[in-house]
Every structure is written in C-alpha cells, then in structure tokens.
C-alpha cells in the first residue's frame, strides 16, 4: 500500500492531514492511470456506433460494468451507470414510486418505508413522493444507530412498494443488518433498496446473499472519480423504475445521456481494486482505528462514541467531547481535515439529525467530530491526529473563553 | 501508441478533452475535497468550482449564480423541462421537430412546431400555435423549447425571433445550446431566452458533466423544481456531491472555446470546400445549405448509397464520421431531423454527417473528401454491375 500514497506525511508538506474520508475519498493513482487514456487519444463518445473512437470507448465501459457487478454479485446488465449515488437513490425510489402510481391498472400501493438516519438525498425524495401523496414511514433507530428489524416487519403493509435502508451511515459508520433485511422484505414482497455509498469497496456485500433489489453506488466514496456512481437494479424478479429524465435511451432507457467513458472505467477499476484489497484493507484500518482511540482515550477526558462499535466500518469513527464544540475545534485543529457531519448542507448550523435520532442531546451532538480515515491514511497520521485532538480538547475544556455556552 | 487512430470528423458526438482542459481535469483529480466540507481541502474544492462557474457564465454572457451544473446536457434539458413542469406547473410544451431527443421526450405531450424544408424552424406556425389552445393542454402558459444549432445539419435556429414571439404569449423559451457554444458567439440575453442547456464534452471538456444556465429574469422566480434532490448543492436545484474534476475541465474547456471562437468560424471554409467538390457530383444533396449553419457541420448524401455501408467503408479507410446522432446506440433508425424537413426516407437513408473541431487539419479534410470520391467510384461500379447483371 505504501507505494501509493499521495498523503503520507502530508501534514509536514503543509497541508492538512485528510481524515475526511466518508466526505470524499482520492483518487487511487491506479484509477487515475487507467482513466486519463479517456479524457484524450481514446475520446470517443462510447455511444457512437461507426468507428474505433466508439467501440473502444464502449468496449471499456462495457468492462467497467462488469467489475462493478462483480463486486457486488450482480450481473453486468443490471448495473446502471448515474451521475452519483445521489442521483441514484432519486432513481430508485422516485423510480420506483412513480411507476406504481402510472401503473394505472389497480395498484393500491402507495407506501415506502425508510429510516431516520438514511441520506439527506433518500430523505428529500421521501419528502418530495409524501408531497405527492405518497405515505411515508420512518423507522427510528436505537442508540447504537441501528434499526429494529421487529418494528421494520411491522411497519411493512400491503400497500408498501418499497423499504429503502441505508447501508452504511455516513456520519457514525454502522452497519445495517442487510442480509436480514433483505430476508425480510423478500418474505414481504416488496423492494428493498440500499444507499450503499458509503458500503461499497469497504465491506462484502452480495445482492443475491442480501436479497437487495436496488443498490446505489458511489465512485468518489470509494476512491475512484467524483461525478460518477451507479444503480444496481434487479432483473430478476425484474424491478421497474421511471427514469428520472428522458432522451437518447442510453442504460436501457432508465438513464439516458452520453456516458462519460472516462469515468464509467475509473468506477470500474475502482471496484476492481477494492475486491482484491478490502479485506486486508478492513484490517489494517481496523487496527489503526483502535490503536489511535487507544491512544485517543489514554489523554482525553469525556469523550463519547457515538454509534456501535461493532457494527461498524472500520474506517469510521463518530466522537464527542464534553463541554467542547466541534466548530471551535476543528477550528483549533488546523493540521486536521475533519468534519462535524455530513458535507453536504455546507456550513449549516443545525446539530446532525443523525446523532438526535440516536437520542444523544444538543451539547453532546454540537461536540461531535467524524474521523475518516482510509486508504493512504498512515498510523504516523493518526498518531498526530491522537495527540493534536487530544491536547486541543484538554486546552479547550480547560480554557474557560472555550467552554460550551450553558444550554 | 498502438493502434492507429483515424481522422475523426465526429465532432458533434463528441470532441476530445483539449490540452488545457486535460490538464486542469488532472490536477483536479489529485485535489481531495468535497466541495461542501468546510475544512481546507474543502473551501479549496469550492473555490476551483465557482471559478468555473464564472468561466461558464462568460461563455454564454450570464451571471455565474445563474449557471447549474448537471451531469451533462440531457439531464440539463430534462431538468428545465421536466423542473419546470414540475415546479411552475406549466404542463404545456411546444419544441421544434428537429430537437434532440432529450427535449422530445422530456415530457408526455410536446407539441412540436414545423420546420421547413431547409430545417429552420416556423415562426409563423409558433405563433399560431401558440394563439390557439391545444388539444391536451389548452391556453396555459407555454414552454417553448428550440435549440440553438442542430445536431445532426448545423442549422442555426432563429431562436432571438422565437423568444421574442413566445415572449408575447406570456410563454417562456428554453434553448438546447450544446452544439452551438463554442462554434459561434452566443449571448443568453441577446438570445431572450429564459434558460440553455449546456455540456462539456461537445465543448473539448470531459463528457459528464454539463449546465443549465437561466437568465436572470427567471433565476428571480422559484419556478424550478429540482430532478435531483438532496443536499442542497447548485442553490437546490441539483443534488448531489459536484462533480469536481468535470467541472474544473467544463470551466477551462469553456474559457478555450471563447478563446477560440475566431478560429472556429473560420471552419466554415472546409464545409464550403467538401460542399463545392462533392456537390459537383450528380445527385449529391447538401441539407440545409440554404440556411444558416454552424462552421463545423456538414451533412450530405451519396447517392444511392446507405449511410450506415458509407461509414463501414469510411472506417475501414480510417476516416470516423457517423450518420447522425450517436445517442441510442445499435439502432439504425431514419432521422427525425431530416424526416421533418420532408425529406424522403430513401434520401435520408443515405446521409452522413461531416463535423469538425479544434484539432482538426487539412490533411483530414483532404483525407476525407479522396476517400469520399474512391467509395463512391466503387459503389458506383458495383451498382453498374448488378444493374447490367
């Protein structure tokens, strides 16, 4: 792993060390490598069917499919590529959705179950289908972040088209029971789609083993290039789905649009790396992980984790601090690419609904910091980090110009 | 390098990534940083994206507020469509026959506005239309969608009369500007229009990535409802982590092709040239020569001979052309662009089209029009030869 390693000492170079790894990942220089033919001596728009400049350009998207597909156990025609997980999750379950409802024919079915902690993006296009009618449920979790699969049964009526649980949390990284629900929703009847953004490349996942019926994908969460991702839709049974726009037929006519050959082969080698590496890479980050919260716990007063620990990612952790606020923190913390949550509703003030759906209060959730760490994250990084964090929560609980204002 | 690259003269599928695109799409690969984290890597991401923003708004002459980045142009035609629709609840839309497919299946029951025999659109049959109710949805505000320059002839559209017509109906216009921008000058107000589809890769930027830019009369309203939802990003009307290197790329390949406008236009000399040599020949028919066009477009027949056997003999000689738009691949399907010109099937079956870029040379138009005389030779003769047979 060593050999590639653009961040290793990054810290001394003057740039912060990146532990921001559920936000946005590099890019492996082994994608890099594989996707820069693309961009220029083979351009060709891979839809063009006269000459080489297609062909090629198809026959390497075509590759790209099939080792995305195997690295979830799918095969190549069920993976659609989409412009990103977000637009994924709207194709499944706006898809999904909308068809039951052009389904004129006598479909009663007119609800969808998720969970209070799924992505913002799953969460909006719920929101935007209970607008149009459509009823919602959503699953709470317990403390540990998971969802109960008894109150999932029996949330499941007649009328539900579709249960759409997170893989993994972006936020506190744990791992929801799939295979279990999977089991549950097929013995149901209905769809089961997973937000597995964050899942992808880090742990095993198999939508046959799980029964998952839509799976989306991320390139840019698991080291291959931004502006990419993927649906996984079942063929068989075969899952319906409204596209979310209209034009040339492209992807089976569920997401039209020229494909971006470059891309399409750097979320293809992506996949391919990460089911060579996973395991081996779930280990050595398992053992940096604990070996930087040992140290972490050796120094720092009050300190909360948030989110099983167990059913976890091993390159997540979600951590509180008494009686100190994240932003002062990451503020005190230069040397230190961290976040207080998701990166997505950028600079909003509000405490992460995830960590309230968890039932941990206001002060505790303002405390809160998301370490990332991943593939060219080195222990000399998260030795750093140990220290840096630990110091800067000793001078900011100790200080009394940083003490939390008094709820 | 392997295997030998032909001439491409396929420049409106799609143009390759030119050297200052290319190299901004590399560095930006190796930058880390979700645009929306507030960390350093983060405001270095949002930095270098609005910095593109701004280089796209020039290229089209609008705010930078006002441009939204998609993955591309048909999610950028569908989401002023279909967000339109959905937002303002104007369900009723009226495009040109010869729109790209995207537009024309946006939505259930376009109303599509004539062209004539030429390929341009009728004013006169928009306004028309647009003082009558239609059938499925009556007098509602309208949405007119025509494009700037056509895919498959080059045709430039009138599209400052259509907004001017449509704006005295109350309607609004969207424009399809993706093969225009970067072969002629283009102006978002000049133009009246109330927004314009854009993409990268037809532009010397990377393919996935392209932009709906809306003129300031509309950005004011909220009358746009968003295809993607999520995070909030592009101002919540499009979801989702942007796409950072396609962007960057689209920022600089937008500032190149503003750059390169001149040069661009001088392409028309080419076009004029294969036009005079080829249309000497019995029977060839250029489209659209009466009309306005792009530069860089050409599309003609040889006739008797069917397009998709051209391109195969073009290919074998090393020479990459297609016979119209490279969208739902394998099917060989007549165009409606040419089919709504009135041209007949037969005819149309034997066009091809001729599109040309920043880097392409002399040699390859010299390349093309020999090669272009020695299929025809050969066909001709085996023609002969089963017709005395």
């Known amino acids: 792993m060593m050999t590639h390693d653009p961040f290793h000492g990054s810290a001394?170079?003057?740039?912060?060390?990146?532990?921001?790894y559920q936000a946005t990942t590099p890019i492996d220089p082994r994608v890099l490598d594989d996707m820069m033919p693309f961009f220029t001596e083979k351009f060709g728009n891979p839809h063009s069917q006269g000459h080489l400049y297609g062909w090629e350009a198809e026959e390497a998207v075509e590759s790209a499919r099939s080792k995305i597909a195997a690295l979830i156990g799918a095969s190549d025609k069920e993976i659609i590529f989409t412009s990103g997980a977000t637009e994924s999750n709207n194709l499944a379950i706006t898809g999904t959705a909308r068809l039951q409802k052009s389904d004129a024919a006598g479909s009663q079915k007119n609800h969808i179950v998720t969970c209070v902690t799924d992505h913002k993006c799953v969460l909006e296009s719920c929101a935007a289908l209970e607008r149009e009618g459509f009823d919602l449920t959503y699953l709470p979790v317990s403390g540990n972040g998971l969802i109960d699969l008894d109150r999932l049964r029996g949330s499941i009526t007649d009328k539900t088209i579709l249960v759409s649980i997170m893989s993994v949390n972006n936020e506190i990284g744990v791992i929801q029971p799939l295979a279990e629900i999977g089991a549950i929703c097929r013995e149901k009847d209905v769809f089961f789609h997973t937000d597995a953004a964050q899942a992808v490349g880090k742990i095993p996942l198999n939508v046959v083993e799980m029964a998952i019926d839509l799976m989306s994908i991320s390139g840019h969460k698991f080291y291959g290039p931004m502006g990419i991702g993927a649906l996984y839709v079942r063929r068989r049974p075969r899952v319906r789905l409204d596209p979310l726009f209209s034009g040339g037929g492209q992807e089976q006519g569920l997401r039209p649009g020229t494909l971006a050959a470059p891309l399409c082969v750097g979320l293809g080698k992506a996949a391919e790396i990460a089911a060579l590496e996973m395991d081996d890479e779930a280990g050595r980050l398992g053992r940096l992980r604990d070996r930087f919260l040992e140290k972490l716990l050796s120094r720092a007063e009050d300190v909360t984790i948030n989110g099983d620990m167990e059913k976890r990612i091993p390159g997540n952790l979600n951590l509180s601090f008494t009686g100190v606020l994240a932003d002062n923190l990451m503020a005190g913390l230069k040397d230190l690419a961290l976040s207080s949550g998701a990166a997505c509703s950028s600079g909003s003030d509000e405490p992460s609904y995830v960590l309230k759906a968890l039932g941990i209060n206001d002060d505790l959730a303002a405390a809160s910091?998301?370490?990332?760490?991943?593939?060219?994250?080195?222990?000399?990084?998260?030795?750093?980090?140990?220290d840096a964090i630990a110091a800067e929560v000793d001078r900011q609980q100790t200080h009394p110009g940083y003490r939390a204002p008094a709820a | 390098m392997g295997i030998k690259h032909p001439v491409y003269l396929?420049?409106?599928?799609?143009?390759?990534?030119?050297?200052?695109?290319?190299?901004?799409?590399?560095?930006?690969?190796?930058?880390?940083?979700?645009?929306?984290?507030?960390?350093?890597?983060?405001?270095?991401?949002?930095?270098?994206?609005?910095?593109?923003?701004?280089?796209?708004a020039a290229l089209v002459g609008a705010r930078s507020a006002d441009v939204v980045f998609t993955s591309g142009g048909t999610e950028a035609n569908n989401l002023a469509i279909r967000g339109l629709q959905q937002g303002s609840g104007r369900t009723r839309v009226l495009a040109s026959a010869v729109e790209h497919t995207s537009v024309l299946k946006a939505a259930p029951d376009i109303e599509t506005i004539p062209v004539d025999s030429e390929g341009v659109v009728d004013l006169l049959a928009l306004d028309t239309m647009l003082s009558e109710p239609s059938s499925a949805n009556g007098t509602g505000p309208a949405l007119v969608s025509v494009m700037l320059a056509n895919n498959e002839t080059g045709?430039?559209?009138?599209?400052?009369?259509?907004?001017?017509?449509?704006?005295?109906?109350?309607?609004?216009?969207?424009?399809?500007?993706v093969q225009a921008?970067?072969?002629?000058?283009?102006?978002?107000?000049?133009?009246?229009?109330?927004?314009?589809?854009?993409?990268?890769?037809?532009?010397?930027?990377?393919?996935?990535?392209?932009?709906?830019?809306?003129?300031?009369?509309?950005?004011?309203?909220?009358?746009?409802?968003?295809?993607?939802?999520?995070?909030?990003?592009?101002?919540?009307?499009?979801?989702?982590?942007?796409?950072?290197?396609?962007?960057?790329?689209?920022?600089?390949?937008?500032?190149?092709?503003?750059?390169?406008?001149?040069?661009?236009?001088?392409?028309?000399?080419?076009?004029?040239?294969?036009?005079?040599?080829?249309?000497?020949?019995?029977?060839?028919?250029?489209?659209?020569?009466?009309?306005?066009?792009?530069?860089?477009?050409?599309?003609?027949?040889?006739?008797?001979?069917?397009?998709?056997?051209?391109?195969?003999?073009?290919?074998?000689?090393?020479?990459?052309?297609?016979?119209?738009?490279?969208?739902?691949?394998?099917?060989?399907?007549?165009?409606?662009?040419?089919?709504?010109?009135?041209?007949?099937?037969?005819?149309?079956?034997?066009?091809?089209?001729?599109?040309?870029?920043?880097?392409?040379?002399?040699?390859?138009?010299?390349?093309?029009?020999?090669?272009?005389?020695?299929i025809y030779a050969r066909a001709k003769a085996v023609i002969k030869d089963v017709e005395a047979a």
């Open chain 2, 155 to 177: 045709v430039i559209q009138p599209v400052a009369e259509v907004a001017a017509v449509a704006r005295r109906h109350g309607a609004l216009v969207h424009c399809d500007a």
């Open chain 2, 181 to 374: 921008v970067g072969k002629m000058p283009v102006d978002i107000v000049a133009l009246g229009v109330h927004m314009m589809s854009l993409s990268a890769h037809k532009i010397g930027g990377p393919a996935g990535v392209g932009a709906l830019v809306l003129a300031e009369d509309l950005a004011h309203s909220t009358t746009l409802s968003a295809l993607i939802l999520g995070g909030g990003q592009e101002r919540g009307r499009r979801a989702g982590s942007e796409n950072l290197p396609g962007i960057v790329g689209f920022g600089v390949a937008a500032e190149e092709a503003l750059k390169n406008l001149p040069k661009i236009t001088n392409l028309a000399g080419w076009r004029d040239r294969i036009e005079d040599e080829l249309g000497r020949h019995a029977g060839v028919r250029v489209f659209s020569g009466g009309a306005p066009r792009l530069a860089n477009t050409c599309c003609l027949t040889m006739p008797g001979i069917a397009a998709d056997r051209q391109i195969i003999a073009f290919d074998l000689a090393g020479i990459a052309l297609s016979a119209g738009a490279a969208c739902s691949s394998g099917k060989v399907e007549p165009s409606h662009v040419l089919a709504a010109m009135g041209v007949a099937v037969d005819e149309a079956d034997t066009a091809i089209r001729v599109s040309f870029g920043w880097n392409t040379t002399n040699q390859d138009i010299y390349a093309f029009l020999t090669t272009w005389d020695d």
């Open chain 1, 369 to 386: 910091i998301r370490v990332g760490l991943g593939r060219f994250t080195t222990e000399q990084d998260m030795d750093f980090a140990a």
């Open chain 1, 12 to 20: 001394q170079k003057g740039r912060p060390i990146y532990l921001d």
């Open chain 2, 10 to 56: 396929d420049h409106n599928a799609t143009t390759a990534v030119c050297p200052a695109a290319r190299k901004a799409v590399a560095c930006a690969l190796d930058m880390t940083g979700n645009a929306s984290s507030v960390h350093g890597p983060g405001r270095a991401a949002r930095k270098v994206i609005e910095d593109a923003r701004d280089r796209v």
